[in-house]
């Protein structure tokens, strides 16, 4: 997500980027965003993720990596209507995967202790 947000506002300092960066990420067959909302995101950004989840909606398949129940999604993407809207294209036709508690960083480093 940090990554997707710089190339975001990279691509809005060139003529056209804007559109050519959403026709790019939206082209993807499987996108993945990890560290999804770590950091609440800003207007422009909530704005492009909207853009991005309605083209990419039905069409392709996006991954969303968290440490966040979805339940706190909509509060982290501002909670007013684009969070609604963002939420409406992700959750519809979506399959959930939760690992619980496991914490894979944890396990590696008591193996290699």
Known sequence: MPDLEEAWVAAQDTP???GKFLRKYAAFTLLVIDEWLL???TESMR???LELME???GETSTVFCTQYQQKDWHHRLGAGVHADAIMDRIIHN???VDTGTYNMREQTALASA
């Open 94 to 96: 979506t399959t959930w």
């Open 39 to 41: 950091d609440r995101p």
């Open 47 to 49: 704005t492009m993720l």
């Open 16 to 18: 056209g980027g804007a």
């Open 55 to 57: 083209r990419r909606y």
